[in-house]
């Protein structure tokens, strides 16, 4: 009886539910990649052109993973998600201008878009979608993958629309906005970068979350004009360490908020993004992002902000971690004060030098390659380049470990300062 009763309450209210919502749907649309292969241990990245739902409507919700031909999803043993960006090609970014708005990534911590209630990314059928992936192979075999989307996607209703406003403390410095975290601080020392973004509109900041690597402590956002702190995003730490280790592991999960009333910011507001690492060991390459979904309308003034929903995750300091290198250097010790970088080999792998000597690394190949210490006194790396030359001058002895991010299972160095 109760269960018939139960069946009939259904019914009834899938009945009430149709004739209200008339054509509006949410479908939940899957797309795959073509094929993307990458060499054992490799990195590969490219930009795509992807698909985008062929009807105008919202986009909700977002995630992606990569996945291999019989759609079993590659988990962070096997590949690791450096980053997937989407953007909608042909429209302006919100805080960095050019031809491609970004609107959704993945990185490590796979931090899924999920907006609140109500709100929507407004989408056309004929807006074109690209999306720019980095993934690393942690496998001794080639990886034969596919990256997979999935959008929630609302059509037949009108949402609140919102826009993407993609903070970065290296914003628009390219395809590669890094920076490096020197270490060699005290315990608990911390080693900051930020940015000021200075809002172009009023609205209301409906959900956000950060993108930091390893030894990040807090992605932190401000509303500096109103000296109020808005919403820190933090990291989540674990899970398998991939075997030999071909960077310093991320955050699992960052935590992320949302909000149906949101933050309120006004227009010529300055929003402030901290990136905020410990300084005890050296981290490179590393970012700070924070992705926030704006839903524009009138605030004047300071307002405090509203209680978030926040998925906060399990978050810690990250912990203590030591680089070694992927395998050893060979050769005999070089005591010269430069070195080729050629395709899939430093000139010299193991190297002797005086406190205080520049030492010059020359790009000629025909690949992109890097230095990246990953070990050492003090961290710094080199941009990706295919040509010309990086110097660094040693000024605190010790034994640097290093190798170039793009290949780093192939290229190793070892430098000793005295
Ligand atoms: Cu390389």
Known sequence: MAG?????????????????????TERTLTYTTGPISVEPYGVAQQPLLADSP??????????????????????????????????KVGVPDYTCGGGAQRFFAEGEERLALSLPEGYGYPNKATDRWGLLYMLMNHEPRR???????????????????????????????????????????????TFTESTDFTMPESGRLVSGGGHLHGGG?????????????????????????????????GPTKMSSFRSTVGIPVAKGQKLRLRAIYENE????????????FLAPGAVAGCHAAPPLD????????????????PR????????????????FAYGAERISLARGTTFTWRFLGAFQHDVTVV????????????????????????????????????MVQQITVR
């Open 4 to 24: 018939i009763a139960r069946l009939l309450v259904a019914a009834a209210a899938a009945a009430l539910a149709v004739p209200g919502l008339a054509s509006a």
């Open 54 to 87: 062929q009807r105008d409507g919202y986009v909700v919700g977002m995630k992606a993973e990569v996945v291999d031909a019989r759609g079993r999803v590659q988990g962070r043993d096997k590949v690791m998600l450096h980053h997937i960006v989407f953007a």
């Open 143 to 189: 990886l034969n993958g596919y990256i997979r989307y999935t959008v929630r996607y609302v059509t037949g209703r009108a949402l609140t629309p919102v826009k993407p406003i993609w903070l970065d403390v290296r914003n628009c410095t390219g395809p590669d906005p890094v920076f490096d975290v020197p270490g060699g601080g005290r315990r608990f020392s």
């Open 217 to 249: 402590l807090r992605a932190e956002l401000r509303n500096a004009s109103c000296g109020r702190s808005l919403f820190a995003s933090r990291p989540t730490w674990g899970g398998p360490k991939p075997r030999p280790l071909l960077h310093e592991p």
């Open 281 to 292: 060991a050296p981290h490179t390459r590393a970012m700070g992002i924070m992705l926030l």
């Open 310 to 325: 926040v998925d906060l995750g399990r978050p810690s300091a990250p912990p203590p971690f030591s680089m070694p290198l």
């Open 328 to 343: 050893a250097p060979k050769g005999r010790v070089s005591k010269a004060t430069s070195t080729v970088v050629a395709d």
């Open 375 to 410: 070990g050492g006194p003090v961290g710094f790396s080199a941009p990706w380049t295919q040509r010309g030359t990086f110097r660094y001058r040693f000024r605190k002895a010790g034994t640097y470990r290093l190798f170039c991010s793009l290949h780093p299972a192939k």
